[in-house]
């Protein structure tokens, strides 16, 4: 239903009994006669729940929930929409429903060119009649445009509600707000005559209305302070002036209703040179004649009662020119008290009036409603769009008579009936948005003032309003109503309510593809509603904010990368560290990618564990990788992985060892294992060896010299704490040839490891103290100042600039000893982290 029909006040909710709610519109989430209204509505690719209670709650519309193609009306759905888009119908007295006058050469122009589908511009001052005008030409193009002729006011409109009225003037799309890029599609589909009137913008913005609707043709009318169309537009330029001396005493006649007598016709005259012959002015001149000769001339400007007044009206003089030129006050002065209330309430708004079924309400007069046919027939009032405003200079004319007086109350009194009108079960989004002028000029006036209430009241009202703005799409009211609320609630101290308008902001913000504009309202109202301890609010909010990082493409920076300018960093975790708040370093960032494939690698300097530390430049990019991959738990959780990799290699090494060569003398004594490092915390590493294990042949890092080897790190037979070479044999070998003396086929060269434990005889029951004691004693004190100061200094550094791979010369182990668990237990500098032999460095 729309408010812009004469409807009696109960459908207004102003009976003693509240009429009988209507069934809950289509969308809605609430039972009829429900305080909360919920409506669902799809805007662009948003599904938009408008929550009163709780704010307004978005996300991506689901596949089932998209509407249809809009389709169009027909000529008798157009019809009705035109008569509940006119203002409400009222009485006026027969001179006001006359022919327009000197107006026929205009109308069969604009005619001609609409006709052709070109567009016009009606520029006119105040009271030329452009209006009347309209309406005639609207009439005569009726049937010329596929579809039809729409009459749109510009009146408080931006270019951007003006094509969505005219997208829901032709389209059948209830609940449906399409986005920019479907509206213009569809927009440029229609083929209309597109009559709007009071355009408020001219330039680049009319050019923006003109180029989505390239198949309508508009006829705009506006005032001359408005700014002027581009010259690319290809506008016609109509002015639309005063009208002449005849055909103003014509209209003078027409409203008075009989002739002017001589001294009348020279006075209308005297009022033509003065208002440049503007229709207007002569309809208030006749108001003027019509109440001097009811015999109510008595009463003066101010409503007081002249006692020297005589009874005939033709003997009290005319007013004179200067009265005539600001004639509101003496026409609001013999007029009803219900009327000049009614005046006062329009003073207090800003020149808009109520509709004519809350002016009971607000004037106290049971028969206030009649008083808008009173004051449009006196020409005090005009129509803009669906409801009536004071005419131009009327407002200011009645505040310097004092009609202002008392204005912040009358606002006040408007403010809290809209508040309880609007929220009444009975009406509808589309009759409150029907209000919308009236209730946002409650809002500014009280907004802007300072007496104790008068915010609270505008915080209530806007609280009430916005969500039926909403719900009817009417968005530019939506928005203005939820400014007006944030800027009260701030002035009211009311937190609560200032963080629901900065969420309502910033949904709408959201659906008008404004992202900064969301984010900053939505960050706003989290900040608000955390102080005031809302988690509904909150999660509502954070929703909200996570759609709209969703959109613009902004996620949580990861670790390595440093964090965008008004970026949040999640909180973290109780059982794990948070990243900083700048990222990891560039120069980290950018650190050359880790093989994943390669074993893992522990440095010296991270931990201590005895085992697998792959050279130096192994161990630095470990150290890269583990400050790229994580925070200080993936450390924690890396260095404990690779101590029990290196214990279990240790293990597997020491099984496949003993287990190989199955002979005693492959076995460590009790009294000869391995102890502690310095430190305590396990074996050190890049460290030389001090054993005699190493013979004249200059065994380098990386290689083993012996079957009975172990690899770095691990216990050796010298009783000593290994240090990262390899351990003596506890089979005696041949300097020479590298083979056991006793006869056994095991080889120093590991190429032939693999056969040994199938084509060496096997030991195990006779001879278990002499393979064990011989050997062991012999290269142990024998050769041990000679090889250890060789390969503490040489080889070291020698494999790096004979070989890029690090190669020592001898051939890799067999995967019997050389295999990922034994090439991760090996330290030191002989490149032990790799299963090749190879020095990682």
Not at 280 to 309: C, I, K, M, P, T
Not at 690 to 704: C, I, K, L
Request: charged share 20%.
């Amino acid at each position: 239903m729309d408010p812009n029909t004469n409807r009696g006040p109960e459908e207004y909710g102003e009976q003693d009994a509240p009429a009988t709610p209507p069934p809950a519109p289509s969308g809605s989430g609430a039972a009829a006669g429900g305080l909360a209204r919920t409506v669902q509505l799809v805007s662009g690719p948003y599904l938009l729940t408008v929550n009163p209670v709780d704010g307004s709650e978005i996300e991506p519309c689901p596949p089932g929930e998209q509407p249809a193609v809009p389709g169009k009306h027909g000529p008798e759905e157009r019809a009705e929409l035109a008569r509940a888009a006119a203002p409400p119908a009222v009485p006026v007295s027969a001179g006001r429903q006359g022919a327009l006058l000197e107006r026929a050469e205009e109308t069969e122009r604009l005619v001609r060119l609409l006709s052709r589908g070109r567009s016009v511009r009606v520029t006119g001052p105040s009271g030329s009649g452009r209006t009347r005008l309209l309406d005639a030409v609207a009439t005569a193009c009726d049937g010329l445009a596929p579809d039809g002729v729409v009459r749109l006011s510009g009146y408080h409109r931006t270019p951007t509600d003006v094509m969505y009225e005219l997208f829901a003037a032709v389209h059948r799309a209830p609940l449906h707000r399409p986005d920019r890029g479907e509206l213009l599609r569809l927009l440029g589909e229609i083929g209309a005559i597109v009559v709007l009137d009071d355009l408020e913008f001219g330039g680049a913005a009319l050019d923006e209305l003109l180029g989505a609707t390239p198949e309508c043709a508009f006829l705009l009318a506006a005032t001359p302070d408005v700014a002027a169309p581009s010259p690319g537009s290809h506008l016609e330029e109509v002015f639309l002036g005063g009208i002449g001396r005849g055909a103003c005493r014509d209209l003078l006649e027409g409203v008075v209703g009989r002739p002017l007598t001589d001294e009348e016709a020279a006075w209308a005259a005297d009022l033509w040179f003065e208002s440049e012959g503007l229709p207007l002015r002569f309809v208030q001149a006749g108001a003027l004649l019509r109440q001097r000769l009811r015999g109510d001339q008595d009463v003066d400007a101010y409503g007081e009662r002249s006692e020297d007044a005589s009874g005939d009206g033709r003997d009290v003089p005319l007013p004179t020119v200067a009265e005539a030129a600001s004639p509101a006050p003496l026409i609001a002065a013999r007029l009803s008290e219900a009327a000049r209330e009614t005046l006062r309430f329009a003073v207090a708004l800003g020149g808009e009036l109520p509709h004519q079924a809350h002016l009971p309400a607000l004037a106290q007069d049971t028969h206030a409603d009649a008083a808008l046919g009173e004051l449009l027939d006196c020409g005090l009032i005009t129509p803009a769009g669906a409801h009536y405003r004071l005419a131009a200079t009327v407002g200011d004319q009645l505040a310097a008579a004092g009609y202002d007086d008392g204005a912040g109350e009358r606002a006040l009194t408007a403010a809290q009936h809209y508040a309880w009108w609007a929220g009444h079960p009975s009406v509808t989004p589309e009759r409150a948005a029907a209000e919308a002028d009236a209730i946002l000029a409650a809002m500014n006036v009280l907004t802007g003032s300072r007496e104790s209430g008068h915010p609270s009241a505008a915080v209530l009202l806007a609280r009430t309003a916005a969500p039926a703005f909403a719900a009817a799409l009417h968005w530019s009211a939506w928005e203005r109503s939820l400014r007006h609320g944030a800027e009260a609630a701030r002035i009211a101290g009311e937190v609560a309510e200032e963080a629901y308008f900065h969420h309502e902001l910033g949904v709408l913000a959201l659906c008008t593809g404004n992202l900064d504009r969301a984010r900053a309202e939505l960050e706003a109202s989290i900040g608000l509603r955390g102080v005031l301890s809302d988690r509904r609010g909150a999660v509502a909010g954070r929703r909200a904010l996570a759609l709209v990082a969703d959109r613009s493409g902004t996620f949580t920076p990861p670790a390595g990368t440093a964090t965008p300018a008004g970026e949040e960093i999640p909180d973290a975790r109780t059982e794990e560290s948070a990243s900083p708040p700048g990222g990891v370093p560039a120069a980290l960032a950018s650190a050359p990618a880790v093989d994943a494939t390669a074993p893992t690698v522990v440095t010296p300097g991270l931990a201590r564990t005895g085992g697998a530390a792959g050279g130096r430049t192994g161990g630095r990019a470990g150290g890269r990788k583990a400050l790229v991959l994580g925070t200080r738990r993936n450390l924690v959780a890396a260095g404990a992985g690779a101590l029990l990799v290196a214990v279990l290699g240790t293990v597997v090494t020491l099984g496949a060892v003993s287990g190989s060569d199955g002979g005693p003398g492959d076995k460590v004594k009790t009294e000869q294992t391995a102890g502690t490092g310095q430190d305590g915390d396990g074996l050190p590493a890049d460290q030389p060896g001090t054993d005699s294990s190493r013979t004249g042949q200059g065994s380098r890092p990386g290689t083993h010299t012996g079957p009975g080897s172990t690899a770095p790190g691990t216990p050796g037979t010298s009783g000593r704490p290994g240090t990262g070479t390899a351990a003596p044999s506890t089979a005696a070998t041949d300097p020479t040839t590298g083979r056991p003396t006793d006869g056994s086929s095991s080889p120093t060269d590991p190429t032939t490891r693999p056969t040994t434990p199938t084509t060496r005889p096997t030991d195990t029951g006779t001879g278990t103290g002499k393979p064990t004691d011989k050997p062991t004693d012999k290269p142990t004190d024998k050769p041990t100042d000679k090889p250890t100061d060789k390969p503490t200094d040489k080889p070291t550094d020698k494999p790096t600039s004979q070989d890029p791979t690090g190669t020592t010369g001898n051939p890799a182990p067999s995967s019997a000893h050389g295999s990922g668990s034994a090439g991760t237990t090996g330290g030191g500098t002989t490149g032990g982290g790799a299963a090749d032999g190879t020095d990682n460095g």
